[in-house]
């Protein structure tokens, strides 16, 4: 590798977004195939490099997924996690085979109590069993990442064996993960620069951190490896991800690029399309974003002190680091209207990088635009995606529909309410009162369907601004030891309301079992 090679390689960061895969581990954040590829599209125009797309062997809907976004991404690689077992890896193999540019995961655990009580297997079946699969891989593509699971709690010297021999079997990016979010950004750092001194052909690939947000220092951990040589990011839209989740793509990002004075090195992120990329991971997996959330919070640029304010109006740089409009928050601008025809509407849907399935989609897509039209006045992007992922939520084999609903609300009164769904096609009825509106809708759907779920969580967001903004609803469920998200929306926070809990009602009833990678 000569200079001019080596320097650039040291001065570009690759961002590694696994929010289709790790971020899917969310509780209930599941997505169908037709989620996936629309958050594709969008973290390609973002300008990620590489998307997880998700884990090939954990049901045959997943590989789908994976080579539905494999085929509709031309300028990202689309990669496919795999356990280090010759099944998962030519699933993975096979998925990913549309890409123009394909990589696929392998890992195997090597901390000495993932060794001992999950494995079972000797430190030198593992070394083994990574080499394999690190070969096996190779037959479909020349891009083998490997990655040493609970990295953090791994013994060096078994480290810089395990990566010596994959490094030899033909892998070209090494990942280092904090599984278990177990680490502080000062021995992480440590632990990258004495690896990468250690390891023999280390300046061969790329060093790669995947950490995990269980103390709070998931981004904190990523930046401090960069410091320290790493040259790729895992990470994750809002820091979407199992348990505490992961380190967030956002945060790193913007890090980078504000302190390029310490890092030395840059993504091609287009930070335009980061808010935008964060809405609409939150629109399709019904996770919300704090308000006070770095970067993507709607408070992430409010002066609310009267001193920042003074300072602000005065000279920007007194208190802002960065400008709102460089993350994407000038971004929601009024994109039609009332009297809009179909053609703008096709054209607002291709600049957002939504594909419809044919006419038809298009047509019943412009049918419910119109609606919305007419009851409120201006219609903004964030409308839009809010509109299309409650369509694409409705699917033709759910079970429960709603036919109508009627609600009785009123001061000194117990609200009640009458819900007419259709089960199978086949109609049915009920009424109910509750503490609220909403209260009693479900009750009156719970008393129809009798589910035996729980309700975990009941989530109100407005999506634009106004009072005839869409409210938009997230509703997680769980029933026999199994979590699903629901979503809903409309300008009625009832109806809204009513749509989510059904979503979620048709996850349960209807959803596929799921392999998950670490067992």
């Known amino acids: 590798m000569n200079d001019k090679t080596r320097n650039a390689k040291n001065d570009r960061l690759i961002i590694f977004d696994t929010t289709l895969r790790d971020g899917e581990q969310s509780p209930g954040a599941a997505m169908t195939r037709d ?103 190779r037959e479909y593509t020349d891009d083998v990442e490997f990655s040493a699971e609970d990295a953090v709690r791994s013994d060096l010297d ?33 632990r990258f620069r004495e690896l990468i001194a250690r390891v023999p052909g280390s300046d061969k690939v790329v060093w790669s951190t995947h950490c995990h947000n269980d103390l709070g220092m998931a981004s904190a951990n990523s930046l401090a490896a960069v410091m320290n040589g790493a040259r790729q990011v895992e ?17 790193v990002v913007m890090a980078v690029k504000t302190r390029r004075d310490v890092f030395g090195c840059d993504s091609r992120i287009d930070t335009s399309q980061i808010v935008p990329t964060s809405k609409l991971v939150s629109t399709i997996t019904g996770y919300p974003v704090q308000p006070n959330k770095a970067i993507v919070g709607a408070n992430a640029f409010a002066h609310e002190s009267g001193i920042h304010q003074d300072g602000v109006l005065k000279h920007r740089e007194t208190y802002e680091i960065m400008r709102a409009e460089d993350v994407g928050w000038s971004t ?22 939504i594909v419809l399935d044919g006419e038809e989609a298009l047509n019943a897509a412009f049918a419910r635009f119109k609606a919305l039209a007419d009851k409120k006045r201006e219609i903004f992007d964030e409308d839009i995606q809010a509109l299309v992922s409650d369509e694409a939520g409705i699917d033709a084999c759910d079970r429960f529909k709603l036919v109508s609903l009627k609600v009785c609300s009123e001061t000194g009164e117990t609200p009640h309410a009458f ?33 035996g779920s729980s309700l975990l969580l009941y989530s109100v967001n407005n999506i634009t601004t106004g009072t005839d903004a869409q409210g938009e609803v997230t509703v997680r469920l769980s029933r026999n030891g199994r979590i699903v998200n629901g979503q809903g929306a409309d300008t009625d926070i009832v109806i809204a309301s009513v749509k989510a809990y059904l979503n979620a009602l048709n996850k349960l009833f209807g959803a596929e079992e799921r392999a998950h990678p670490q067992v």
Request: proline share 3%.
């Open 35 to 137: 989620e996936k590829v629309r958050i594709a599209r969008q973290l390609e125009r973002l300008g990620v490099d590489v998307i997880e797309a998700g884990f090939a062997a954990a049901s045959p809907g997943d590989a789908e997924a994976i080579k539905a976004v494999a085929q509709a991404v031309r300028a990202s690689t689309v990669c496919s996690l795999a356990r280090a077992s010759e099944n998962d890896i030519r699933t993975a193999g096979e998925a990913i085979r549309p890409a123009a540019h394909g990589r696929i995961h392998t890992f195997i655990a090597t901390s000495p109590i993932h060794m001992e009580k999950k494995l079972r297997m000797t430190p030198d079946q593992v070394v083994e069993r990574a080499v394999a699969a690190v070969k096996l891989a």
């Open 158 to 190: 078994f480290l810089v064996r395990v990566f010596d021999a994959v490094i030899r079997a033909g892998a070209t990016t090494i990942n280092v993960p904090d599984t278990v979010g177990y680490s502080i950004p000062v021995l992480w750092g440590e």
């Open 235 to 251: 990470c994750t839209i809002n820091g979407l991800g199992e348990r505490a989740g992961n380190a967030s793509l956002e945060e």
């Open 332 to 353: 929601n601008k009024l994109s039609l209207g009332k009297l809009s025809g179909r053609n703008a509407f096709r054209t607002r849907l291709t600049e957002l990088g």
């Open 419 to 451: 819900i007419v769904l259709a089960d199978g096609g086949q109609e049915i009825r009920a009424d109910e009162s509750g503490g609220g509106p909403v209260d009693a809708s479900f009750r009156a759907i719970e008393k129809m369907v009798g589910s």
